[in-house]
């Protein structure tokens, strides 16, 4: 009996210790800032990754593996690398509507759920870890850490949840959002003037880009948040001087923290708004 319990913990504690021996060199690890783990692996020995909206769950084990029950967040759990302690339920607010694409997904996590509505796929989503829910066409969900792409309002969202008719789920390439996270949406590109700005608070931020910008001014207390000519950063509580939308392709400067996205243009303002 004794030799069939010492096997059993044997063979547990090989188990959860294998991932110990995927590490990376310390220059690695500084050029990242927490990382989001993308294989369920976390902690100080593997990766020095997070398990926050992974999907897997918020918790890091003592033996680094991301989940969320007991043996995840109880004793042992890595602090520094996810939540730990009981798991509360989180309030999802209503983002409202917006436009998707089967190529390009806002939200990109699919989740099968059968009679689907939103209070279904908001706690599948939640139990899996994410902070981001959405239903669409009636019959889908889909979960995200962040959005993956751009929010764009829509109006069409007009399907009936397939688990109850009464409420809406979406709409053909319109999905319905809900976060438990502060979100910004894109108001798209905006006018601006040095001697009269459609955004009160300007920020200095070193290789800015939307979301640098984005949390400062969330950070400083705005509802709006705003970028231009590459490397400037906005932030208002509201749209002054007579401030409007203007073709969005005079918002061409690319970020001066990312090549690959626009921050603005001359005397043009990439303009998001907190939901």
């Known amino acids: 009996m004794l030799s069939s319990a010492f096997f059993l913990v044997s063979v547990a504690t090989a188990t959860w210790a294998m991932p110990a021996q995927s590490l990376e060199s310390s220059e690695m690890l500084q050029a990242r800032a927490v990382p ?3 294989d369920g692996i976390c902690g100080a020995f593997n990766g020095s990754t997070t398990c926050l909206g992974t999907g897997y769950g918020n918790c890091c084990s003592q033996f680094g593996y991301c989940g969320k029950t007991d043996l995840h967040c109880g004793s042992g759990c890595q602090a520094g690398f996810g939540s730990c302690g009981p798991q509360q339920s989180q309030e ?4 409202g509507c917006f436009a998707d694409s089967t190529s390009a997904r806002v939200l990109p996590t699919s989740l099968n759920i059968a009679g689907n509505t939103p209070a279904k796929c908001k706690t599948a989503c939640a139990d899996a870890g994410y902070t981001y829910a959405g239903v669409e066409f009636g019959s889908q969900c889909f979960c995200a850490a962040a959005p993956a792409q751009a929010l764009v309002p829509s109006t069409e969202c007009s399907y009936a949840c397939a688990g109850d008719s009464a409420q809406t ?5 319109a999905i319905q959002i809900f976060s438990t996270v502060p979100t910004w949406v894109s108001l798209g590109c905006y006018s601006d003037a040095t001697n009269a700005r459609t955004l009160s608070k300007s920020l200095n931020i ?5 979301k640098k910008c984005q949390d400062a001014c969330l950070d400083a207390g705005y509802k709006y948040a705003g970028t231009e000519f590459g490397n400037q950063c906005f932030c208002g509580n509201t749209i002054d001087n007579a401030g409007a939308p203007i073709a969005q392709s005079t918002c061409n400067k690319a970020c001066a923290g990312d090549s690959t996205t626009t921050c603005g243009g001359p005397n043009a303002l990439t303009l998001f708004s907190l939901l």
């Open 36 to 38: 989001t783990s993308l």
């Open 92 to 95: 999802f607010k209503d983002l």
């Open 169 to 173: 789920c979406g709409g053909f390439n």
């Open 206 to 210: 070193a290789g800015n880009t939307n």
